[in-house]
Nanobody, 117 residues
Framework: QVQLVESGGGLVQPGGSLRLSCAAS????????MGWYRQAPGKQRELVAG???????NYADSVKGRFTISRDNAKNTVYLQMNSLKPEDTAVYYC???????????WGQGTLVTVSS
């Protein structure tokens, strides 16, 4: 079992920045990837950014060049630096950890990001 705790959400003006953090309760060799998803009202949850154990990273097209995902293995923490925020980035952001070999996914409780003037 892996517990994920997110922090860093809040209200920010368009063009502003926020950094989200996701701390895992323990390190686990079974974690193959960690990532951030988001869900806006009335929309499906979507992948924002993911980072794999081998170091490869992928981003949703809508956030490329604005968001940066990183991972501190010593702290069992993954970060999402969000710059040049837009109103359409408003959503609840969820941290995810994917594990092997059974493909179990763990989720954080979510943190709300609101981009508004």
């Amino acid at each position: 079992q892996v517990q994920l705790v997110e922090s860093g959400g809040g209200l920010v003006q368009p063009g502003g920045s926020l950094r989200l953090s996701c701390a895992a309760s323990r390190s686990s060799s079974s974690i193959t990837a960690m990532g951030w998803y988001r869900q806006a009202p009335g929309k499906q949850r979507e992948l924002v950014a993911g980072i794999f154990t081998g170091g490869s990273i992928n981003y949703a097209d809508s956030v490329k060049g604005r968001f940066t995902i990183s991972r501190d293995n010593a702290k069992n923490t993954v970060y999402l630096q969000m710059n040049s925020l837009k109103p359409e980035d408003t959503a609840v952001y969820y941290c995810n950890a994917a594990t092997a070999p059974y493909g179990i996914n763990y989720w954080g409780q979510g943190t709300l990001v609101t981009v508004s003037s």
